[in-house]
């Protein structure tokens, strides 16, 4: 994948940090920017992008699994965020277990379509089954999505290891900590578990503050961006966004 067309994916190891608020706030953020965006939902069996936009989709991933639509046929275009969206299916089993051959499909197909965006974005599943770590295989970068929570530290350090040999530029976002040094410190414990098992140091890319204002800007199905566009949660992601556009190849790390 060229520099000018960079894929981004945002991974967890695990549901529960936030992952698919940022990759929605991160695209949302780009497209203010100035970029094409499409965020593509790779999470096959919890896929919730459309929940969070409350978007009215046509046809989903479920219908490009079950050989019903083709991936280009599903995308809608989200006015409010100025990106587009290839929108997944939650809770179903055909997506979920989409054969070797249907991922080796979508992947072709998700590759093709970015060369029609500046940057595209995928939001990984929880977990590290083949299909997570096919999709990431697509990627330049993994954004990997923590939290001070030992369980989600453990899952974002097992994600860095089973694809720390794919041609892929780890990057730490810490979410939903209590202050700056709450958030260094968490990162700082992931970065020593990265150097003494895998000789690798993966880069903070940010830290994005906890705000009661998040969960209310889910409930109410409205980007952040757009709901809270001063708080500082929303301009801890342009924050994010901003060094993405000023570092396409590598991160900075933050002071």
Do not use: W
Not at 89 to 110: F, K, Y
């Amino acid at each position: 994948m060229t520099a000018a067309r960079p894929i981004l994916a945002l991974a967890s190891g695990k549901g529960g940090v936030g992952r698919t608020f940022l990759a929605v706030g991160i695209a949302q953020a780009l497209a203010q920017a100035g970029r094409s965006v499409l965020l593509f939902d790779a999470d096959l069996s919890a896929a919730n992008v459309d929940l969070q936009l409350g978007l009215h989709k046509q046809a989903d991933l479920g219908d490009v699994v079950a050989g019903r639509a083709a991936l280009a046929d599903t995308l809608v275009r989200d006015d409010r965020t100025g990106i587009t969206v290839a929108p997944g299916r939650s809770g179903s089993g055909t997506v979920g277990q989409a054969s070797h051959a249907t991922l080796d499909r979508l992947t072709c197909d998700v590759a093709a379509l970015s060369q029609d965006f500046d940057t595209t974005i995928l939001d990984l599943g929880g977990g590290l089954e083949g299909s997570v770590r096919r999709f990431a295989g697509l990627a330049d970068r993994a954004l990997v999505v923590t939290s001070d929570e030992p369980s989600a530290l453990a899952d974002a350090y097992a994600f860095i290891k089973v694809t720390r040999d794919q041609p892929l530029q780890h990057e730490i976002i810490v979410n939903m900590a209590e202050s700056e040094p709450s958030g260094q410190a968490t990162y700082a414990a992931l970065r020593r578990v990265c150097v003494h098992f895998l000789a690798k140091q993966p880069p903070l890319l940010g830290i994005v503050h906890r705000d009661p204002r998040v969960p209310e800007a889910l409930k109410s199905q409205t980007p952040l961006l757009s709901r809270h566009p001063t708080s500082k949660v929303a301009q801890d992601i342009l924050r994010l966004a901003r060094r993405l556009i000023d570092h396409p190849e590598r991160s900075a790390q933050p002071a």
